[in-house]
């Protein structure tokens, strides 16, 4: 079958434009991509690399592939972008991989995630949203949760996230708060901060969803505030140590399981998917973000990462999230394609 590939690679976007020194954080590198065609390839398929932006749109016309599997970011610093691919495949009618633009839209908009996981009975951090430098000045201290962790509302790959992130005084608050509203263009999150275990969980599947692992997240060394940063997961060798499976009691790894099977339905999350959370002094699992395009990096990707410490490969990984993928498209589709 036909396979293209949908991605947006670092050298291919105009840093320039951006204001943030992390603005491609997001996009993959060549590395990602010819792993992925790689495995695709191994499966006997004919991979068509689609690329994202412009050269998509005149690629994906020219070359009419069966299916695509996708993992483009999207461009530009909107809340949907992630949604603009899946869109035109839709618009296209072509198959493809992961979720769909309404839940990719919704995911990176991280306060309407976290209003639609809370409804569905997740537990996520208590939160207020902060739309421009006026509100900003105009919230009244009692109004910040504290300690707080505050980030950009809009961004995922750690893009605004630093040890300056957590702060628990007002004025450092309010000085991190008015920074990412100036640099990142978007409202800030504010989140009550949460000094536990940081964990993340992968899900591969629908019809049911499937637990790949549950990862815990160890710091090498003794750190006062420990947050998973830009700058840990660049020197994830030397920084952090990967447990999976987990050795949490029994009654925390029930609820972490629960908690992600939920906020997979209740997001619409399709294939897979990769939660993080962090577990509180009490044990209870507070969602931060679900992210329905992990990253698939072979090396340094928490997801690959997660998969080998379960047994297994690379290539099952991709082959796994490729097969429910077209499994969704019914049998009519698979046997007419010779799968
Ligand atoms: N409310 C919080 N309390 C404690 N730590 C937090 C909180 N929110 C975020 N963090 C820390 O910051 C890290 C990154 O946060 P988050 O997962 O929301 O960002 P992201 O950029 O979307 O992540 P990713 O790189 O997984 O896409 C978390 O893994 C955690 O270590
Ligand atoms: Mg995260």
Redesign the pocket.
Known sequence: MKIGLTYDLKEDIEAGRYLQDDALEEYDSREVVNAIAGALTSFGHDVVKLGGGRKFLSRILRTQPDFVFNIAEGRGNYRSREAQVPSVLEMLQIPYSGSDPETLAITLD?PLAKQLIQDAGVTT?PWIVINSLRELTNLPDRDLPMPA?I?PAF???????RLT??ADVASRIRSTARELLKKYGQPVLV?????GE?V?VGIVGNAPPAIVGIMHIIPRKKFKT????LEV?RDWRNLVEYECPSKFSKSIIKRIKEASLLAYKALGCRDFS?M?F?LSEDGIP?L??V?PLPGLNPVSG?LPIMSYKMGWSYNALIRSILEVGLARYGDAFISSHNI
Do not use: Q
């Open positions: 991280k951090p962790f980030k961004e995922g790959s750690s893009k605004g996230i992130s957590r989140e009550k901060y949460i000094a940081e993340t420990f947050i998973y940063s997961k990769r993080d962090r507070y931060l973000e992210n928490d």
